[in-house]
């Protein structure tokens, strides 16, 4: 008999708490066992039927849902996967949920129940990949840039770093990025998120780290000092120009049904950069990244993958490293080190 995956659905509106437990329920390995409206109600429901997945409404009457999830993973840590409007609004409290400790989240379904067709097998994905994941409360402080070297453009000879992320990855990206001084090497970043969110994200990054952190717009001049964040609505790649390199957007179809897709990055880079290209694939759910990465070791360039210990969800680097595209594994904590030390 199937163990089926137990959901806790907490929102403060009925039609939203229906809407979400008949989606959960029509999986067939994923049970709604509970609803609350608030969470007063939600904290009691756990201790009762201990359920193995929380999806939480990032606003709520009362105690919001923020409030909620840092009191919940002080006293009983637990996978939750985030329910949230996609407005400017609703990515800052989600990017915050992400930092207390959520694994993932999603935007919530219209109100008259139509949504996109993968929307349903989306959320069970993630609710899936949450039970397995690992999750963890963000406490980092920015440390101090670490004195470097200056380092040559792209085009000067100067390595390029490309890293793809997903489920986990805002985090992951973080804890990279905070120790990276302000003449890092140029880096573009594929983190799967939805248009709406990229922007918050990148101007999160760009308040703590050292770098400049961008949103990626197109045409932008590749040089050191910078990270360019893939934007929500298409893939990013890297193009030669007469001065170096550029940045490039498309709005080519989805590739492993995610535009931008982190394959698109590392095969520009594997293309163009070959030898002088540092790949990096952290944390997340699915296989996107990994052949990108093996034709980036085959051009090349050296790579890294995040171990399974520090992942949240150890499924986009333990593809990578199974097809033989990791050429270095290392934990979280040890990545900036070793990839600032390649890149001298």
């Not at 407005?87 to 999603?106: N, P, R, W, Y």
């Not at 952190?213 to 298409?234: D, L, M, R």
């Not at 490293?321 to 070793?338: I, K, S, W, Y």
């Amino acid at each position: 008999m199937l163990n089926k995956i137990r959901v806790l659905v907490v929102d403060d509106s009925a039609l939203m708490r229906t809407i979400l437990a008949r989606m959960i329920n029509a999986a067939p390995d994923l049970e709604v066992v509970g609803s609350a409206p608030d969470a007063r109600t939600a904290f009691e429901m756990i201790k009762s039927i201990n359920p193995d997945v929380l999806t939480l409404d990032v606003r709520m009457p009362g105690m919001d849902g923020i409030e909620f999830l840092d009191l919940l993973m002080r006293q009983r840590p637990m996978p939750v996967v985030m329910v949230s409007a996609f407005t400017a609004a609703g990515s800052e409290m989600t990017l915050k949920a992400l930092e207390l400790g959520a694994v993932d989240f999603i935007g919530k379904p219209r109100a008259d129940g139509r949504c996109h067709d993968d929307y349903g097998e989306e959320l069970a994905e993630k609710i899936r990949a949450a039970k397995d994941a690992h999750p963890r409360r963000q406490t980092l402080a920015a440390p101090a840039p670490t004195p470097s070297a200056p380092l040559l453009a792209g085009s000067g000879g100067g390595r390029i770093v490309f890293v793809g992320a997903s489920t986990g990855g805002t985090e992951a990206l973080k804890e990279l990025l905070l120790g990276f001084p302000a003449n890092c090497p140029p880096t573009l970043i594929v983190q799967h998120m939805p248009e709406t969110f990229t922007a918050s994200f990148a101007k999160r990054l760009d308040s703590l780290c050292a770098p400049r952190i961008i949103e990626a717009q197109g045409n932008e001049k590749v040089e050191p000092g910078k990270v360019y964040i893939a934007p929500g609505h298409s893939h990013l790649q890297i193009r030669r120009a007469p001065h170096g390199y550029v940045t490039e957007l498309l709005k080519t179809p989805p590739v492993n049904r995610h535009r931008p897709s982190v394959d698109v990055l590392f095969d520009s880079a594997a293309a163009l950069v070959g030898r002088q290209a540092i790949g990096v694939i952290l944390t997340g759910m699915g296989k996107d990244g990994a052949l990108g990465l093996l034709r980036m070791r085959q051009a090349g360039a050296q790579t890294f993958g995040q171990d399974e210990a520090s992942c949240v969800v150890y499924g986009m680097p333990r593809e990578a490293f199974v097809v033989g595209a990791v050429e270095e594994q290392c934990p979280l904590g040890d990545m900036t080190r070793r990839v600032l030390a390649v890149s001298r």
